[in-house]
């Protein structure tokens, strides 16, 4: 312990590992926001507190199996049409499940947002808290993995004479940047929340992200599975750098949008103010 806290790499690892755990829980909390957004007000910070609670059980309980983890990487099973060929994994099953239900739930969602159907009695009672952490729970089984697997990736787990940080100390960086980043998520997810709520544009579009990000985990349980169509067409994952920057990008211009909109100034282009100055000339002259 005493050699992970003298020890640069590590500090650099955990900053690192950090970062990346709340950029991947961006899609958490807006998921969290749009289900905790149907509640009752007094309701909403009690889902939130536990679908991030949930989110940290979750992928600390993940990490302490990692053998479990890695297993699912195994082939259940071998699929071989000719045209079409999968090695289905224990991960993949659970990746592609995530993107389906991901996909359903934004879908569903917009399409009432959109059409503007009253919730019947069904509708309600699946609003209520005890379904709402179910969804939540369900997704951040998802996340968990998805957030575990890069996790690994990232950090060695070799010993520190070959350079890494050892079983152990891989861990203890894992845990506590969890720990950390979901710690970061609860303070800002209430803020968050009502902002998202309180503005239907940015419910709308944090929608989209969810259908994006369903897409990406179909990609990636395809991936996993080694999807391949022909002889050498394989399905490979969507980068997820080219993915987050399309998000924040659209924040960006979303933000702007809305800055406009409360300062009531609409943008008046050149070709506009001819066509009305000939407008009112037309007018004058009439």
Request: glycine letters at 8%; hydrophobic letters at 50%; aromatic letters at 10%.
């Amino acid at each position: 312990m005493t050699e992970l806290i003298t020890n640069p790499n590590a500090w650099i690892a955990l900053l690192t590992l950090t970062f990346l755990e709340i950029i991947l829980g961006i899609d958490n909390i807006v998921f969290l926001s749009i289900v905790s957004g149907k509640l009752k007000e007094e309701d909403q910070p009690k889902a939130r507190r536990i679908g991030l609670t949930l989110a940290m059980v979750f992928r600390i309980i993940l990490l302490f199996g990692i053998t479990w983890v890695l297993s699912l990487q195994k082939t259940l099973i071998h699929i071989n049409w000719g045209f079409f060929e999968a090695h289905i994994t224990g991960q993949s099953i659970i990746i592609f499940g995530g993107g389906l239900f991901l996909l359903y739930k934004s879908v569903s969602e917009i399409h009432h947002k959109m059409e503007g159907e009253e919730e019947g009695t069904n509708a309600k009672s699946a609003s209520g808290l005890s379904a709402a952490i179910l969804q939540i729970a369900l997704l951040n089984i998802v996340f968990s993995f998805d957030s575990i697997l890069t996790a690994i990736g990232m950090i060695s787990m070799k010993s520190p004479a070959e350079g890494g940080f050892g079983y152990e100390g891989a861990l203890i960086i894992m845990i506590l940047s969890i720990i950390i980043s979901i710690g970061i998520m609860m303070i800002f997810a209430g803020p968050v929340s009502k902002f998202v709520n309180e503005h239907p544009t940015i419910q709308i579009l944090g929608l989209s992200f969810l259908i994006l990000i369903g897409v990406m985990l179909l990609a990636e349980g395809s991936h996993l599975a080694h999807f391949r169509f022909g002889n050498d067409t394989e399905v490979s994952s969507i980068p997820k750098g080219y993915l987050y920057f399309s998000i924040f990008f659209s924040l960006f211009v979303e933000f702007l949008n809305i800055k406009m909109r409360k300062n009531n100034k609409g943008v008046k282009l050149h070709n506009n103010e001819i066509v009305d100055e000939k407008l009112k000339d037309d007018d004058v002259t009439n």
